[in-house]
């Protein structure tokens, strides 16, 4: 029997207390009680309200049907990796041809929300990782991160997922994870500075100790 969303995401907090899984995005126990077509209706009204209280006409053509397209996109597509059902099944292959040097896939694009203002979090991902008894399909890392950048995020907690994910599917000890990426809450508003980023990383096993490794991997996006 699959299990529904509220069950895969107690099961997930529960592998996360174990220490098995990732770091957890600050959601309810009943997060998904309500199926995707009811949220998308009930956001719809909560930003009409919001529309209506800026002060737009929601009888123009341009704006009305807005509140609808905002809330099928929250819930379809940029905040859909916040139900676990969503989660891509991770394709492993045995290592026969034993491979045991550093895998690195460099520039892997993603947009995240920041969870504090709900504006674009946009930028790349290097990983790296020395292979032991199984290497990953190429396209599923990428899927990985898009998954864990679909939902409002910290950046800190992003890289901590990806890193966590890729270690519980593959079981290396030696893993790099390195993020850059630009902040609408800081260009948009607040401090309104267009040039900065944002750079996050860990590094495991023997990946802490490669110097030159640990150069592609900041280098490459970081520059």
């Known amino acids: 029997m ?130 032991k008894d199984y290497v990953i399909g190429l396209s599923k890392i990428h899927r990985l991160v898009d998954f864990y950048a679909r939902r409002p995020q910290v950046q800190e907690r992003l890289t901590m997922q990806i890193i966590q994910e890729l270690s519980a599917t593959l079981d290396p000890k030696d893993i790099g994870v390195a993020l850059k990426a630009n902040h609408s809450c800081i260009s948009c508003r607040g401090v309104e500075d267009l040039g900065s980023s944002t750079v996050t990383s860990v590094f495991q096993g023997q990946i802490k100790n490669d110097s030159n490794l640990i150069s592609v991997l900041l280098g490459s996006n970081c520059a």
């Open 2 to 131: 699959k299990l529904n969303g509220n069950a895969l995401l107690a099961e997930e907090k529960l592998k996360s207390f174990n220490h098995h899984v990732v770091a957890q995005n600050p959601l309810r126990l009943d997060a998904f009680d309500k199926d995707e077509d009811l949220k998308i209706e009930l956001i719809t009204e909560k930003f009409n309200d919001i529309i209506e209280i800026l002060g737009f006409d929601l009888t123009n053509d341009s704006i009305k049907d807005t509140p609808y397209r905002v809330a099928r996109m929250y819930v379809n597509e940029i905040f859909k990796g916040l139900n676990p059902q969503n989660k891509p099944k991770i394709t492993v292959f045995e290592n026969t041809y034993g491979y045991h040097t550093p895998l690195v896939e460099l520039n892997i694009p993603f947009t995240s929300f920041c969870e504090h203002h709900f504006v674009p979090i946009q930028g790349k991902v290097n990983i790296t990782y020395i292979p």
